[in-house]
């Protein structure tokens, strides 16, 4: 599942448009770009669609077909070595629309990201399975199971999930951010393997290896030997929503593309994968700085 049109289940990001220019990119924005309205910072071409000028990321890859994502610097195209400049501008153009859309979509993403910043401080809240967690730092302890725990508390008749966190009231942020980032990382692979070996016997399939990763414009991939890679920052969603990529991933085991048969495959594990899929691109996640 890869950010290329192909793949079109894209993630607008948790690294947003850089707040800072570099002086290189404004450079560049005010010699070659001084009109584009979106601006990718190692934009190396640029191209009108709906009188709206797109500065993208070009490179020539080894692959067959000419294939584009939107992420959070915006738009990204690789194109076969043999395709021809003018081909690669009609693909733009026909997926103009998508393009617009898409790069819009990241830029009020972005705005709405710049509010849901993380004070790595005792008290922090991040969200878990859809839930907020309240990060207390607990220094007395020190966890057979790691260096945090996750508990209940009653506050007023309401549940309150604690996340203990073996360290010092005076922990400075990146020690509070790395331990949550730790125990997170750890729900999720137990998590995503636990759904995977869930899904998986329903299609027939089987996957062979899980590995997290922490990309900025993917949620997940899957190989045909087996392998699947599920960001970890998924484990801030609602369990429907990790289903959803899971299913999503284990599909392309039995399907590698996006055709009409893919998304029949997805269906017969999840007929509402399409709420759960926009769900998926509506959540604005919290940023880890």
Do not use: C
């Amino acid at each position: 599942m890869t950010a290329f049109v192909q793949l079109a289940l894209d993630w607008l990001g948790s690294h947003g448009l850089n707040d800072v220019e570099t002086p290189q990119q404004k450079q560049i924005a005010s010699q070659t770009f001084s009109h584009a309205a979106f601006i990718h910072p190692l934009a190396s071409r640029q191209i009108q669609l709906q009188q709206t000028t797109i500065a993208y990321a070009f490179q020539r890859v080894k692959r067959k077909t000419i294939g584009m994502s939107v992420g959070a610097d915006g738009l990204e195209v690789r194109a076969p070595r043999w395709a021809t400049v003018a081909s690669v501008e009609t693909a733009l153009h026909e997926k103009g629309p998508w393009i617009l859309r898409k790069l819009q979509e990241s830029q009020d993403r972005q705005k709405q990201m710049k509010h849901t910043i993380i004070d790595w401080k005792d008290g922090a809240t991040i969200p878990f399975l859809g839930d907020n967690l309240v990060v207390r730092l607990d220094p007395e302890h020190l966890f057979q199971t790691g260096g945090a725990v996750l508990a209940e508390v009653s506050a007023e008749n309401t549940p309150v999930k604690i996340l203990q966190v073996a360290l010092s009231l005076h922990a400075n942020p990146g020690q509070i951010r790395d331990a949550v980032q730790a125990w997170l990382m750890q729900q999720a692979k137990l998590n995503f393997s636990q759904r995977l070996d869930h899904f998986a016997p329903q299609l027939g399939v089987k996957w062979l290896r899980l590995s997290l990763s922490n990309a900025s414009s993917r949620w997940g991939t899957a190989s045909a030997d087996g392998s699947i890679r599920l960001n970890w920052r998924l484990i801030h969603f609602k369990q429907e929503v990790i289903d959803y990529v899971v299913a999503h991933e284990l599909s392309h085991l039995r399907v590698m593309n996006h055709s009409p048969q893919f998304w029949e495959t997805v269906g017969s594990l999840l007929p509402d994968y399409q709420q759960r899929r926009h769900a998926l691109n509506e959540e604005v996640l919290p940023r880890w700085v």
